[in-house]
């Protein structure tokens, strides 16, 4: 079974190839590079679930622990991440908004345990807002399909990833 640092980074690759050329000139961009060769924009604040995991999970392969930081909720029991915490070979290729009833026919766990795991995310962060968005990545030509909450706290968005 493969860990949930080579889950992650694989995830993290994914996104950037979704992302490559996908925003819009309203806000301020910061370009970076996959190990691909992919050159994908970020912009600087996290308004959106999506544009919040597909930053981290950039900064997860492109091995920026300051980005990865800055996208990761303070909470999160991994925060901070430190440099062995980042890298990896995949390439990010969906990652869409969902609902725990959507989430459990993909992935694990089922509705009613991501439904409480949000509600626990929810009392831990006194957050605005907590919802779930599910990433598919490719990784050595297989795509895996894998999840992450993303938290709105004082209007802006930040991840919360599975635990490792």
């Known amino acids: 079974m493969t860990n949930r640092r080579q889950f992650l980074i694989a995830v993290a690759t994914v996104g ?5 050329g996908c925003m819009d000139d309203s806000g301020d ?4 590079t996959t190990e691909s060769g992919e050159t994908s924009e970020d912009t600087e604040s996290n308004n959106d679930p999506e544009d919040v995991v597909e930053q981290y999970y950039t900064a997860l392969l492109n091995e920026d622990v300051e980005s990865v930081n800055d ?8 925060h901070p991440v430190g440099e062995d915490g980042t890298g990896g070979e995949f390439i ?8 725990p009833e959507e989430a459990a026919q993909v992935v694990q766990p089922s509705r009613e345990q991501f439904e409480q795991g949000l509600t626990d995310i929810e009392d831990e962060t006194n957050a605005g807002d907590v919802t779930l968005v599910l990433l598919t990545i490719e990784r050595e030509s297989e795509s895996q399909n894998g999840w ?17």
């Open 16 to 20: 950037t190839a979704a992302v490559a």
């Open 29 to 32: 961009t910061e370009s970076s």
């Open 71 to 78: 996208a990761l909720h303070p909470a999160h029991p991994d």
């Open 92 to 99: 990010l290729l969906d990652v869409e908004e969902t609902t």
């Open 148 to 164: 992450s909450a993303v938290v709105e706290d004082e209007d802006e968005w930040q991840a919360w990833p599975p635990e490792d």
